[in-house]
């Protein structure tokens, strides 16, 4: 690893990203391992603390490494099992026709995720001709039973009010990304919507294109968090440590893969056009 290439086109962050991956994956960094802390990155790197926390994130996205609070970051175990969601969010919008449906906790992930592809549009090097988002996450204005207080289990209205924040954060930057594509005329058809479901999910999951599901659960851990200026405890969902686990339809439609697939769009669907509806502001 070494200091990056002024004349490499792709922004610092993603080179870092790069690098990183390629000694993970080379095993230059074993599972378990730490990696070197910010500073020594950035140092390392000649980039800035926040490249390295935006190269990091995207390999946590990837599901290479996780972030220990308090202690740093480490190579996973067993790094062959996470499947990377987002090559194959950047393969998917190569198609004419791109759809991405999300339903989870807060849409983090995929905001990193699919950051890279829309970045390509703009920049001339993609080019679908209709991109559908849809995004479905937890209705923040009625009580959650997940995540909790832990001394008693109770709905925490200062955690859902945190939680609402970094949901709109996300959310709204995919719906107003997606949306600029359509103005500038660079995608002929452009939507992105969110809506909230009067239900928190336990999983994550995506669907993309049609053609391939990803799925993964939420650990539930305690997390202590500070909720008007004290440190609370709260089991909390870790959507970062949620492994995915990949389907992709194939020519049969009863196979399992292929149900599975059509499965996941049934049950995304009901919620969709049922119970879900336009969050409030």
Request: net charge negative; aromatic share 8%; charged share 25%.
């Amino acid at each position: 690893m070494d200091k990056l290439d002024p004349d490499d086109p792709r922004p610092p962050y993603q080179q870092v990203a790069n690098s990183l991956r390629a000694a993970i994956l080379t095993r230059r960094f074993q599972p378990g391992d730490k990696l070197p802390s910010g500073p020594e990155l950035s140092k390392r790197y000649g980039v800035a603390r926040m490249t390295v926390q935006q190269a990091i994130r995207v390999l946590r996205d990837e599901g290479l490494v996780v972030s220990r609070q308090g202690s740093g970051v480490y190579v996973r175990e067993r790094t062959e099992r996470p499947v990377g969601l987002r090559p194959h969010l950047e393969r998917a919008f190569e198609a004419r026709e791109v759809s991405v449906d999300f339903a989870g906790f807060s849409g983090e992930t995929l905001h990193g995720a699919i950051a890279e592809p829309l970045d390509k549009i703009r920049a001339g090097r993609l080019r679908p001709e209709s991109i559908r988002v849809r995004i479905l996450v937890p209705d923040p204005a009625v009580p959650w039973t997940l995540p909790a207080r832990v001394e008693d289990l109770e709905d925490s209205p200062a955690f859902r009010q945190r939680a609402t924040q970094i949901m709109r954060r996300h959310t709204e930057a995919i719906v107003e990304a997606v949306t600029e594509l359509g103005d500038l005329g660079l995608v002929e058809h452009a939507h992105a919507e969110i809506r909230v479901a009067p239900t928190v999910p336990l999983f994550k999951l995506y669907l993309i294109n049609d053609t391939d599901a990803f799925f993964g659960f939420y650990p539930v851990q305690e997390h202590t968090v500070k909720l008007d200026g004290e440190q609370v405890p709260m089991w909390d969902l870790m959507g970062k440590d949620a492994v995915l686990f990949h389907h992709t339809a194939d020519s049969d439609p009863d196979s399992m893969a292929s149900q599975y697939v059509q499965q996941g769009r049934t049950w995304f669907d009901s919620l969709w056009t049922t119970v879900a509806r336009e969050p409030t502001r």
